[in-house]
């Protein structure tokens, strides 16, 4: 099974900074990877699928690039609204998914 | 508008059994693989399980399988998971989710295992 590791669990920030969140997968994924949002009480929201591909709706400031095992979810310029856990997940088969354990994005 | 509707969660004892359902509308539902997502309290997500539109195709995470079994019914736009053999470490909010091709989720039923 792949493995799907993140990191760092915990990400201190203010508003206005750049962030940059990293995901390793355990073997090639080739691009089947997303990146969701998750706020508290609530359903994830997909941000970025095929590694680099923005959600519709999802503003600009988040990107994600990489390929194979390391990819990685920048947020360009912090907003309040950012504050959340971020998971990624690899979806490189049908079959079988993968989340990463999460990174929770605090206010500095 | 899209919905995913979950229901049946609850409290149950360990070794218990639940039936979860997950209703569907404004979407095309036989048309997607289906997946159930769980969330232990204070944890972060799980994949649980997928279906292939047709129901031809089941996965599940290693530490359910032989105890979870997901199936669902296209003229019902209805999705289900049965629950067998309870564990405390079962205990999470389950979410249905369309995760391949859109991005839909169900705002999760808990399941609570204790005695």
């Known amino acids: 099974d792949i493995q799907m590791t993140q990191s760092p669990s915990t990400l201190s920030a203010s508003v206005g900074d750049r962030v940059t969140i990293t995901c390793r997968a355990s073997?090639?994924?080739?691009?089947?990877l997303a990146w969701y949002q998750q706020k508290p009480g609530k359903a994830p929201k997909l941000l970025i699928y095929k590694a680099s591909r923005l959600e519709s709706g999802v503003p600009s400031r988040f990107s994600g690039s990489g390929s194979g095992t390391e990819f990685t979810l920048t947020i360009s310029t912090l907003q309040p609204d950012d504050f959340a856990t971020y998971y990624c997940q690899q979806y490189s088969s049908s079959s079988m998914y993968t989340f990463g354990q999460g990174t929770k994005l605090e206010i500095k | 508008e899209v919905q995913l509707v979950e229901s049946g969660g609850g409290l149950v004892q360990p070794g218990g059994s639940l039936r979860l359902s997950c209703a569907a509308s404004?979407?095309?539902?036989?048309?997607?693989?289906m997946s159930w997502v769980r969330q232990a309290p204070g944890k972060g997500l799980e994949w649980v399980a997928n279906?292939?539109?047709?129901?031809?195709?089941?996965y599940y995470v290693d530490s359910v399988k032989g105890r979870f079994t997901i199936s669902r019914d296209n003229a019902k736009n209805s999705l289900y998971l049965q629950l067998n053999s309870l564990r405390a470490e079962d205990t999470a909010v389950y979410y249905c989710?369309?995760?391949?091709?859109?991005?839909?989720w169900g705002q999760g039923t808990l399941v609570t295992v204790s005695s």
């Open positions: 073997q090639s994924i080739s691009s089947w």
């Open positions: 279906i292939k539109q047709d129901g031809s195709e089941k």
């Open positions: 404004g979407f095309t539902f036989s048309s997607y693989w």
């Open positions: 989710a369309v995760l391949k091709g859109q991005d839909y």
